[in-house]
C-alpha cells in the first residue's frame, strides 16, 4: 500500500489569481512551559477559491506583503491532517480529514494589482 503524503495542486486551474488578505498570525505549539513559534498562517483571496490560507515556515520573510498584493506560492502542496472530536455529549468521538495548504515561501507577482 502506497501512502499519500501530499497533493501538488495545478495552481492556475485550482486558484487562479491569488491575492494576499492582509493577515498573518504565528502558530505556536507548547513545549514544556514555554509556547514555541513554528509555523505562520497567511491568509489570502482567491478567484476561484474566494477565502483561504497558507501555512509557511516560521523563516520566510513576510514583512514585504502588502494588501491586495498578488502573489506566487513557492512548492504548494495540499497536506491531509487526520483527527478526532470530542465534543461534551456526544456517545462517540467525531473523525475529520481537512486539507491543508503549505508552502515553503510565497513571493509578491506585483503590488496590488498595479503593475
Known amino acids: 500500500m502506497l501512502d499519500l503524503k501530499f497533493i501538488v495542486p495545478k ?10 488578505a492582509g493577515r498573518i498570525e504565528k502558530m505556536e505549539v507548547r513545549n514544556g512551559r514555554t509556547m514555541e513559534h513554528k509555523t ?20 520566510v520573510a513576510l514583512n514585504e506583503l502588502k ?15 487526520t483527527g478526532r472530536t470530542e465534543a461534551r455529549g456526544e456517545e462517540r468521538p467525531q473523525g475529520f480529514t481537512q486539507a491543508v495548504l503549505r508552502a515553503d515561501g510565497i513571493k509578491v507577482i506585483n503590488n496590488g494589482g498595479m503593475n
Open 40 to 59: 505562520n498562517f497567511v491568509s489570502l483571496a482567491s478567484e476561484k477559491q474566494r477565502k483561504m490560507g497558507v501555512v509557511l515556515p516560521k523563516n
Open 11 to 20: 495552481m492556475d486551474e485550482t486558484f487562479g489569481v491569488i491575492r494576499f
Open 67 to 81: 494588501f491586495k498584493d498578488v502573489v506566487e506560492l513557492v512548492n504548494p502542496r495540499l497536506e491531509y491532517e
